[in-house]
């Protein structure tokens, strides 16, 4: 499989980010509430995944 290839569109890493966000928010808002566990986990992985998505692959910016 050839990765130099695998590029984000700008829409789709709008979307990412949008859903990165709204997942850092709502792990802010259990933490604060010292809510269950398990929303710890969810939220904060779906929230680093966005980040390490968006920092490793590139936006392909030229269509």
Partial sequence: MDFSSLTLS???ATLIF????LA???YRRVWKAE???????VFGLLAAS???ILGFIPVDLHG
């Fill in 18 to 21: 949008c859903l990165t966000c």
């Fill in 10 to 12: 700008p829409a789709l």
């Fill in 50 to 52: 966005g980040l390490l």
């Fill in 24 to 26: 850092g928010h709502r």
């Fill in 35 to 41: 809510g269950p566990i398990y929303q710890y986990w």
